[in-house]
T-cell receptor, first 117, second 114 residues
Framework: EAGVTQFPSHSVIEKGQTVTLRCDPI?????LYWYRRVMGKEIKFLLH????????ESGMPNNRFLAERTGGTYSTLKVQPAELEDSGVYFC???????????????FGEGSRLTVL | AQSVSQHNHHVILSEAASLELGCNYS??????LFWYVQYPGQHLQLLLK??????LVKGIKGFEAEFIKSKFSFNLRKPSVQWSDTAEYFC????????????FGTGTRLLVSP
């Protein structure tokens, strides 16, 4: 079974440019999460999709970040325009269980490292 | 708001030494607790988890963790570490009702010297 895949693994862009990160969850997983880790800090929650709907986007830093999950399959996270403080590793995770008590394990991708110069 | 505190940011041990990584959390309800590990060049993977029942939880590769509710702690232990345990370890907590997000600590980098 394929795991969570993320693309690109590393992206280097200049301040003001746009970057789009993609996540393919494990097939059949309704829940998809985006997290970010800025160097040396904790892994911080960005948002949670249940199928194609945004369940919780309380962690999105500002309106320069746009996440989509059309059709409830893969998801994209676009940063436009990128700023220096957006540098970090963006993790995607998915989980299987759908319901009010989601205790399912999260399966993580390897992350997309974003460097903004 | 939920928060997780990991006391040790860097730990260096020799092979066969015992390991204990501290984790304390803050949350005003019933929680699910996790330890994730990230080996060099690999993705985060689940080491062990606590949902309910026996507070002593055993995970993969000889790791275990004990949930002490009165201390809001979930420390990770291993009696004898190996060089292959070199990795970064993350404690995480999630409320167990509704669509609760997983909240991580800052991580502990463990280096095991052969």
């Amino acid at each position: 079974e394929a795991g969570v895949t993320q693309f690109p693994s590393h992206s280097v862009i200049e301040k003001g440019q746009t970057v789009t990160l993609r996540c393919d969850p494990i097939s059949g997983h309704d829940n998809l999460y985006w997290y970010r880790r800025v160097m040396g800090k904790e892994i911080k929650f960005l948002l949670h999709f249940v199928k194609e709907s945004k369940q919780d986007e309380s962690g999105m830093p500002n309106n320069r970040f746009l996440a989509e999950r059309t059709g409830g399959t893969y998801s994209t996270l676009k940063v436009q325009p990128a700023e220096l403080e957006d540098s970090g590793v963006y993790f995607c995770a998915s989980s299987q269980f759908y319901g009010s008590t989601n205790t399912g394990e999260l399966f993580f991708g390897e992350g997309s490292r974003l460097t903004v110069l | 708001a939920q928060s997780v505190s990991q006391h040790n940011h860097h730990v260096i041990l020799s092979e066969a030494a015992s390991l204990e990584l501290g984790c304390n959390y803050s949350y005003g309800g019933t929680v699910n607790l996790f330890w994730y590990v990230q080996y060099p060049g690999q993705h985060l993977q689940l080491l062990l988890k606590y949902f309910s029942g026996d507070p002593l939880v055993k995970g993969i590769k000889g790791f275990e963790a004990e949930f002490i509710k009165s201390k809001f702690s979930f420390n990770l232990r291993k009696p004898s570490v190996q060089w292959s345990d070199t990795a970064e370890y993350f404690c995480a907590v999630k409320g167990n009702t509704g669509f609760q997000k997983l909240v991580f600590g800052t991580g502990t980098r463990l280096l095991v010297s052969p």
